[in-house]
Structures are given as C-alpha cells and as structure tokens.
C-alpha cells in the first residue's frame, strides 16, 4: 500500500542520512552538538517525515518498518547529548512512537516487550539516565546544561503518551530526586558574581527545577518514604526559606496547594500533619520578605489558608455531623 511504502521510504532513508554507519560513530561521540549544515538539514527533515508518518498513519506494516530507522535514531541520541535542537526533534518522534506503542509500566523487567523497540526505548532511558547522574557538584554546569535540557525533553515527550505515561519517569525517579537536591541549592544560592551567560543558564535551571519538582510531587506514590522525608519535603521547605525568585516560590506554593488537595483515594500521598505544619510556619515567616510583591504575598496567604482549613476540615465534619444529629 502507499503508506506502507512510505513508511518504508522514510525508514530506509533516514537510516542512510541519520544513521552514518557504525564507523563513524566514534567520530560523531567527539561531535558533541555539532552537524553540518546539509547533514542537519537532512536528518531534521527525515525525523520530521517519521514523526508525520507514525503519527497520522495507521498501518500494520509501520511497526515492523521501525527496524528501519530506531538504530538511527539511538545513534544520535547517543552521539550528540549536547544538541538540544536535534534532541527535541528525536523526542517529537519518540512522542509519535509512543503514542502507538507504549512503553510497559516500571514494574516489569523491559521498558518494552515489542522487539522493534526495545533499543531505541533503552537508549531514551539511558539517555536520560546519563544526564540526570551527571550534574555532579564539580562539573561547569553551563557547558553541560545542554545535556539535562535534552533529558527533560525526552522526560516530557514520555509522559505526553496516554498509556503508562510514567513508564520513563519512575524508573529513574530517585535520580530526579537526587537531581532536584541539587538543583534546588545551585538555583537557591548561586554565586555572587555571575556574567550574563550564568544569568541565562540560571534561569534555565530555574525552569527545569520547577519542571524537576512537578514531576516528583505527581509520583509521590513511588518514591521512597526516606526520599520524601530527608529530600523532597526539606527541598520545598529550603526553597520558601532562602529562595530570592518569586517564579521559583510561587512554584512551589502551586506544588504545596496541588499536593495538600490530592483527591480522597490518594490521601495517604498527601502531607503528613507534621509537614503541613512545618510548611505553614515557613509560609508565614515567608510573609514580611515578600511585602514589595502583593501577588506573592497572596499566593502564600491562600495557601497558609487551604493548609489550615485542611487540617480543621475533619473537626468540622464532626461539628456538622453533631449540629445536624441535634
């Protein structure tokens, strides 16, 4: 059929122009973010026809034509971590992709039982991995922030699919935990001195941190009791504390207000009575620093009162209950 010989087309194609072969893999690994302008135009256009093509088309055979093109794509995902650009497009396939076939819950052993794609699925997941574990605290950060770009990328592309929307995100969710520990200290407290590139980078930080803490707060039922405890609650509690960004605070007031209003099912994920007191005194200390910004001082005064009328709400379901049994 036409589609199918599309598909194949495609496939084929982009095997040859983003593929390059495994000899020149290892000269592409020194290529960190760099193609040239006809190969870059080349490989964009080729993933862009993929994504078209697994996303509008219905075909048995486009399953079976991912062998075509998934070794390719893995390759550069691999070979050009720092190529924010190339990355998005990747992730834009991979989205299509996912869509079609998901990806299996964290559970089980393979992130895919579909044979075609259990390469390219892995290679997402270690890329993600890799960039997540290598934001140590003695690396330029600048120079590889490019890198954690690219993961978040394919983090939010993961997530966009219907089916096992968190397949990617709670298999490395513990290194998202220790990322944001770090995150949270380099965006709260940064250096002094900082050039107008540091000013970029940190504001872009300041965005994956917040991107980083929506994450965890949906996906508190996997993460660790100890994690929640010794990182993530102290993590939010730091940030209403010191942080200096009012993009930041109102974040994580939003985070504080999305998190106390978990639906009735999901309570036991909610704050512990402790930590709601905890947040609500550091909220109210938080109050005179922001006096020069009404709208912040909102925010943390709506949320100082959602914290205090959650906590009274089952005192005042026994007062009702008792008013209305007179």
Same mark, same amino acid.
């Given at each position: 059929?036409?589609?199918?010989?599309?598909?194949?087309?495609?496939?084929? /194609? @982009?095997? @040859?122009?983003?593929? @390059?072969?495994?000899?020149?893999?290892? #000269?592409?690994?020194? #290529?960190?973010?760099?193609? /040239?302008?006809? %190969?870059?135009?080349?490989?964009?256009?080729?993933?862009?026809?993929?994504?078209?093509?697994?996303?509008?088309?219905?075909?048995?055979?486009?399953?079976?034509?991912?062998?075509?093109?998934?070794?390719?794509?893995?390759?550069?995902?691999?070979?050009?971590?720092?190529?924010?650009?190339?990355?998005?497009?990747?992730?834009?396939?991979?989205?299509?992709?996912?869509?079609?076939?998901?990806?299996?819950? &964290?559970?089980?052993?393979?992130?895919?039982?579909?044979?075609?794609?259990?390469?390219?699925?892995?290679?997402?997941?270690?890329?993600?991995?890799?960039?997540?574990?290598?934001?140590?605290?003695?690396?330029?950060?600048?120079?590889?922030?490019?890198?954690? %770009?690219?993961?978040?990328?394919?983090?939010?592309?993961? #997530?966009?699919?219907?089916?096992?929307?968190?397949?990617f995100v709670d298999r490395c969710i513990?290194?998202?935990?220790?990322?944001?520990?770090?995150?949270?200290?380099?965006?709260?407290?940064?250096?002094? &001195?900082?050039?107008?590139?540091?000013?970029?980078?940190?504001?872009?930080?300041?965005?994956?941190?917040?991107?980083?803490?929506?994450?965890?707060?949906?996906?508190?039922?996997?993460?660790?009791?100890?994690?929640?405890?010794?990182?993530?609650?102290?993590?939010?509690?730091?940030?209403?504390?010191?942080?200096?960004?009012?993009?930041?605070?109102?974040?994580?007031?939003?985070?504080?207000?999305?998190?106390?209003?978990?639906?009735?099912?999901?309570?036991?994920?909610?704050?512990?009575?402790?930590?709601?007191?905890?947040?609500?005194s550091r909220l109210w200390m938080a109050?005179?620093?922001?006096?020069?910004?009404?709208?912040?001082?909102?925010?943390?005064?709506?949320?100082?009162?959602?914290?205090?009328?959650?906590?009274?709400?089952?005192?005042?379901?026994?007062?009702?209950?008792?008013?209305?049994?007179?």
């Amino acid at each position: 059929s036409s589609q199918s010989q599309a598909s194949s087309a495609a496939g084929a /194609g @982009g095997a @040859g122009t983003i593929g @390059g072969g495994g000899s020149t893999q290892t #000269q592409q690994q020194s #290529q960190s973010s760099s193609l /040239g302008p006809t %190969q870059s135009s080349s490989v964009f256009m080729t993933l862009e026809v993929l994504r078209v093509i697994y996303t509008t088309l219905e075909s048995p055979t486009l399953l079976p034509n991912v062998k075509y093109f998934s070794k390719s794509v893995s390759t550069l995902l691999s070979s050009y971590p720092l190529n924010v650009r190339l990355t998005r497009a990747c992730a834009n396939l991979i989205r299509a992709l996912l869509m079609k076939y998901p990806a299996d819950a &964290s559970n089980r052993q393979k992130i895919t039982s579909i044979s075609e794609l259990v390469e390219l699925y892995t290679v997402v997941l270690k890329t993600v991995h890799e960039a997540l574990t290598f934001f140590g605290d003695n690396i330029n950060k600048t120079a590889i922030l490019p890198r954690l %770009q690219s993961a978040f990328l394919l983090l939010t592309a993961t #997530q966009q699919c219907t089916t096992n929307p968190y397949a990617f995100v709670d298999r490395c969710i513990s290194q998202i935990v220790k990322l944001l520990h770090r995150l949270v200290h380099e965006v709260v407290t940064p250096t002094s &001195s900082q050039s107008p590139q540091d000013n970029t980078a940190f504001s872009q930080l300041t965005d994956m941190l917040i991107s980083g803490l929506d994450i965890v707060k949906s996906r508190l039922n996997v993460v660790s009791n100890e994690a929640r405890k010794n990182v993530f609650c102290p993590d939010l509690l730091f940030i209403i504390e010191r942080s200096k960004e009012a993009k930041l605070l109102r974040a994580v007031i939003r985070i504080l207000r999305d998190w106390i209003d978990v639906p009735k099912a999901e309570e036991h994920f909610a704050p512990t009575n402790r930590e709601k007191v905890a947040f609500f005194s550091r909220l109210w200390m938080a109050v005179p620093r922001w006096s020069d910004q009404p709208e912040v001082v909102r925010d943390i005064l709506d949320c100082i009162y959602q914290v205090i009328s959650y906590s009274l709400r089952p005192f005042l379901n026994i007062h009702q209950q008792m008013f209305i049994g007179r």
